[in-house]
């Protein structure tokens, strides 16, 4: 998750277990359109799609799948989502699209009635995966979306199906066609960092993850990124951070980019 940064340095502010594995949430948002009268969820988290012994050696700890309680205590079921809007396609992000793993069973797709939107870019990657990502892809959710009639492939800044108060960067570092969405109201903007910016410690920006693609083009976009919310004061939402869900964009007096105003939870923000 740090890249080359030594571990003497990450263990600091991401402590490791006994098993050398650190904690990270899987977090999602719920969103109410109150415009349109429509639910839309960014990300579907990891689920529990996974066999027990790769639940295992990822260190998911939830035994069942912890999206469709958080959502129930709110009131919300699976068939009152409309739209599930994912910033690419890898397992820990979209796995919650897919039913438990069960043995001699197949897989069925949750959320039987929403459209799931991600970039033509990043679902052309998930389809043909390189060697060094081809893993971190779920073959048998491609297909199910491929046939399930409401797949929805974005290729601009913008879409008419999630309206004007939708915007959305592309970035390729971590993965070509990584889909950031960003939210505007005459109150405020956030951004979903997907995995830009997937928690704190990579607000800084020399901090990448093994996982990326192309490092070195990933700082330049999330520097861009960066330089954009603090001008604007847009918002980060957070999805790998176990401690902070959003916060705002700061620079500190050696001109680096922190996090400010950090919260742990998003709950009825109404931006």
């Known amino acids: ?17 006994e ?12 969103l109410e359109d109150r415009h349109r009268g ?32 958080s959502l129930a205590a709110l ?44 970039s033509r870019r990043a679902w052309e990657r998930a389809k043909a995966p390189h060697l060094r ?8 959710l491609h297909r199910l979306l491929e046939a399930s009639g409401r797949l929805v492939l974005l290729d601009g800044d913008r879409s008419d199906l999630l309206g004007p108060d939708f915007s959305f960067v592309l970035s390729d570092g971590h993965t070509p066609g990584l889909l950031l969405t960003e939210l505007h109201t005459p109150s405020g ?4 960092c997907g995995d830009l910016v997937p928690g704190r410690p990579w607000i800084h920006l020399p901090v990448t993850m093994g996982y990326d693609r192309y490092p070195e083009l990933l700082i330049e976009e999330k520097e861009q990124l960066l330089v954009r919310c603090l001008e604007r004061g847009t918002r980060l939402l957070l ?33």
Not at 42 to 47: P, V
Not at 133 to 140: C, N, T
């Open 133 to 140: 990502d081809r893993a971190s892809f779920i073959p048998e």
């Open 1 to 17: 998750m740090y890249g080359n940064v030594p571990r003497a340095v990450w263990a600091e502010w991401t402590p490791p277990d």
């Open 189 to 192: 903007s956030a951004v979903f």
């Open 19 to 30: 098993r050398h594995r650190i904690e990270l949430a899987c977090r999602a948002f719920l």
């Open 38 to 69: 429509r639910r839309i969820l960014l990300e579907a988290g990891i689920g529990v799609f996974f066999h027990p012994r790769m639940l295992d050696r990822f260190g998911v700890v939830e035994p069942q799948h912890q999206l469709l309680f």
């Open 75 to 118: 009131g919300v079921e699976p068939d009152d989502i409309d739209l599930v809007v994912l910033s690419h396609l890898h397992f820990d992000h979209a796995g919650g699209l897919l039913t438990p793993w069960r043995p001699e069973e197949t897989y069925e797709l949750m959320f039987g009635r929403a459209q799931v939107v991600v």
């Open 239 to 271: 999805t790998h951070d176990p401690g902070c869900a959003m916060c705002g964009v700061a620079k500190d007096e050696r001109g680096r980019f922190t996090a400010e105003d950090p919260v742990d939870a998003v709950r009825g923000l109404e931006l």
